[in-house]
Each structure stands twice: as C-alpha cells, then as structure tokens.
C-alpha cells in the first residue's frame, strides 16, 4: 500500500520534471473533450507525456491526449492539462487532485477549467458556451477524503464563492468585447461514463442545474483546496434536456460540437488572457 501524503506524491511528481517545466506558470488551464486545439496557440512550448511525471496517472479518455503543455499562451506563462482524469476511467479522486496540486507546484496560481457538458437549460443550444457560476457535486465523492496536509490547505475548506466572482466578470466582459454569446449557470458533476436517462436530467435540471458532464467538480474542489482562483467555462455540446424531443447522444457528435465551443472559448480566453490576476 501506498502510504505517501498527498504533498510528499506531489512533491516527488514536481521533482520529477521541474528542471523541464522551466519557469514558473502564473495560470493553469484544463482542456476538456474536444478542446485539446486550444493548446496549439501555445508558443515556445515544452511537452511532458503523463508518463514521464512520477506517479502520475496516465489519461484515456477520447478528445483527450494525456500531457502538460507548459508556454506562453495569449500573453502569459500557462501549463495546460491536454487530457484530464476523470472518475469513469476508475482513477481514485486523489489521484485527480494530484494533477492539480502539480500545476499549483509549477506556480500556477488561476486555475481555469473547461469542459463538455450537456445542456439541461432548454433556453441553451447545442454550440453555446457557459460561464460556470457555482456546481452541484454529484459523484458522491470528494478528492480531500483521507488525510489533509495544512501545507496544501485547510481541512474544511470554504467553498461559498468556489468560482471566483472577479475572474467571472473578466470573463463576461470578455464576451461582450469579443462578441461573443456567453451563458451563465450551474455545472452539475456526475461519475459517468453512462449518459444520464432523460428523468435523471429531468430531475437535474430541476433541482436548479444548467449544464451536466463527468468532470471539473473533483479538480475544482482541488484547486480551491490549493488556494488556487478558479474560472470554470462549459462547452454546450449536446442538448440534454430530457424532453420529449431530446435526441440519442452521441461522443462524436459531442467531440464535434465542442470544437464548435472551442472557437467561442478561445476568443473569451485570448481577450480575457491579459487581465486575470498575477498570481
Ligand atoms: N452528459 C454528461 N456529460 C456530457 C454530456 C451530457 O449530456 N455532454 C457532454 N458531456
């Protein structure tokens, strides 16, 4: 059995790439399914497969590749996850906050998080995109069960502004500048990997959730754990209604639609690069 502290497999993943990492990141950005392109604005960009990363666990998810992408990306010094974890590929909710607590150890200290998410909110479309305004944790888990190092973060930690109201006006006013139709609403975190049945989302939607996917909320929790400031955009990939006229999913048409998403994504993001706070 593996009887390492949370900090101390951090601190032996971090020291297994630091000299490579290079300098310090000031933000931390998750690519979700479909949205690996974003990476591709990084320049003077240094790649570390997952595998090279001590005890890290290596993803396999589809739409996602399984590596740091550490650079300058739209301004600033930014280490991408390309390829999360997620709790259906069976990776203990641990091993989802150690990538996280690795990106804080790199420097970072926003942690912005993007997403596929279905869409329970009739009001939205299939293409949109969705400022995450708060989310209902719905796995039944959490990655902060077991023992709590204080130096990472408090035991009980506050989650009452757990997405950062001031990086959810940049990012707003980064839409409007933009042009660009931004939603705003309540991300409701599942396990997966099966769909949910239309009275699941029914029901969802009706205990007052806005978009439906299988990641950000174990991360998230993470990185608010870490002390890291959090802003958190969904990719309306699907509707996920539950009506009667919701249609079979399907992850290609998922995939697909959420590089639709990405373009929306990337303006917000290009524009709101520059004004999020130095760490
Ligand atoms: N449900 C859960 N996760 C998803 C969906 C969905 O409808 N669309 C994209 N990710």
């Known amino acids: 059995m593996n009887t390492e502290t949370p900090a101390e497999r951090v601190a032996r993943a971090h020291a297994s790439i630091s000299e490579r990492a290079g300098a310090p990141c000031e933000i931390a950005l998750v690519l979700g399914s479909g949205l690996g392109q974003l990476a591709d604005a990084v320049s003077d960009a240094t790649v570390i497969p997952y595998g090279d990363i001590e ?35 069976g990776w203990h909710p641990r091993d989802i906050a150690l990538a996280v607590y ?18 329970l909110n009739a009001d939205f479309d299939a293409g949109d995109v969705m400022l995450i305004e708060d989310h209902l944790n719905l796995t039944g888990t959490s990655p902060l069960i077991g023992h709590n190092d204080e130096s990472i973060g408090l035991r009980f930690p506050d989650q009452s502004r757990l997405y950062d109201p001031a990086l959810r006006v940049v990012a707003q006013e980064a839409a409007a500048a933009t042009g660009t139709d931004i939603r705003k609403g309540i991300y409701c975190g599942l396990n997966g990997p099966e769909l949910e049945t239309s009275a699941e989302r029914r029901f969802y939607r009706s205990i007052g959730c806005d978009a439906v996917g299988m990641s950000t909320v174990m991360e998230v929790i993470a990185a608010n754990h ?38 929306k994504i990337e303006t917000i993001l290009r524009h709101a690069f520059p004004t999020l706070p130095k760490a």
């Open 55 to 89: 005890g890290f666990p290596v993803s396999t998810a589809p739409g996602h590749k399984g590596q740091l992408v550490i650079g300058t990306l739209y301004g600033r010094r930014t280490v991408i996850m390309q390829g999360r974890l997620h709790l259906y590929e």
């Open 226 to 263: 870490a002390g890291m400031k959090v802003l958190g955009l969904s990719a309306i990939t699907n509707a996920a209604t539950g009506g009667e006229d919701q249609e079979p999913d399907t992850i290609e048409a998922v995939v697909a639609m959420a590089a639709v998403c990405g373009v």
């Open 102 to 119: 690795l990106l804080k150890a790199l420097g970072a200290g926003t942690f912005v998080v993007t997403n596929a998410a279905g869409g």
